[in-house]
């Protein structure tokens, strides 16, 4: 222990002030605290050259060997760090300064390029082209609107009034015509049409096979009825 000192004139050198100072003021157990300093000391997002700075600090008190050093500096490390000297094809050196080196270089190489995503502009992807009408999807105008997901008045289905217009005049003309509404021959009438009741396959193996029978009236495509009767 250092007396206290009782005047100043006690105080004969520069080495006697500063080994009171040091008694004084100075932490009793350095080491102690810094070997707790280096068990928090991790570098995170600092810089190498940073984290190296206070590294250094804390060596400078413990006074390890260059093998015990290496291995507390790679225990700071960022984890980035430890992934880039693990995959690298090359071995750690094994001599404190050149592994100080190598992670210095890792640590300005890894940054350069994390700033180089961060300035390189995202991609667009292209608009999809539509899908192409399947078989199962509705041939109908309104039911195609109303799955594109469109509100209010569906169009209207002009081919099918067309349609309904054209069969409902043919319907009229042979009815006046006194012949069959179905197939407009004047030989009988609707309800005794060859047509009605023969089978559609039979009906069309007739059609392609046999010729047509003559008839005053010209033999007209068969269409659907909009009306039953003659």
């Given at each position: 222990m250092v007396k206290p000192l009782r005047d100043t004139k006690d105080i004969k050198t520069i080495e006697n002030l500063l080994k009171f100072l040091d008694m004084t003021y100075d932490d009793p157990d350095?080491?102690?605290?810094?070997e707790r300093e280096l068990a928090k000391l991790k570098q995170g997002n600092k810089e190498f050259a940073s984290h190296f700075s206070e590294f250094q600090?804390?060596?400078?008190?413990?006074?390890?060997?260059?093998?015990?050093?290496?291995?507390?500096l790679y225990s700071t490390i960022s984890d980035?760090?430890?992934?880039?000297?693990?995959?690298?094809?090359?071995?750690?050196?094994?001599?404190?300064?050149?592994?100080v080196g190598l992670v210095q270089r890792l640590d300005q190489q890894l940054r350069a390029r994390t700033e180089e995503r961060r300035g390189k502009p995202q991609t667009h992807q292209a608009p999809r082209a539509p899908k192409p009408n399947t078989a199962n999807e509705s041939s109908n105008p309104r039911?195609?609107?109303?799955?594109?997901?469109?509100?209010?008045?569906?169009?209207?289905?002009?081919?099918?009034?067309?349609?309904?217009?054209e069969q409902q005049a043919l319907f009229e003309r042979r009815?006046?015509?006194?012949?069959?509404?179905?197939?407009?021959?004047?030989?009988?009438?609707?309800?005794?049409?060859?047509?009605?009741?023969?089978?559609?396959?039979?009906?069309?193996a007739a059609t392609t096979t046999t010729p047509a029978p003559t008839t005053t009236a010209p033999r007209i495509t068969e269409v659907t009825d909009v009306q039953s009767g003659n």
């Open positions: 350095k080491k102690g605290t810094a600090s804390i060596m400078a008190i413990l006074q390890w060997d260059e093998k015990a050093k290496k291995a507390a980035t760090i430890k992934d880039s000297l693990a995959a690298s094809l090359y071995p750690v050196p094994e001599d404190y300064m050149s592994f039911d195609s609107w109303s799955n594109s997901g469109h509100t209010g008045a569906a169009p209207v289905d002009l081919s099918a009034q067309r349609k309904s217009a009815r006046a015509e006194g012949a069959c509404t179905l197939c407009g021959d004047k030989t009988h009438w609707r309800r005794d049409c060859p047509r009605r009741h023969r089978r559609p396959i039979q009906a069309a």
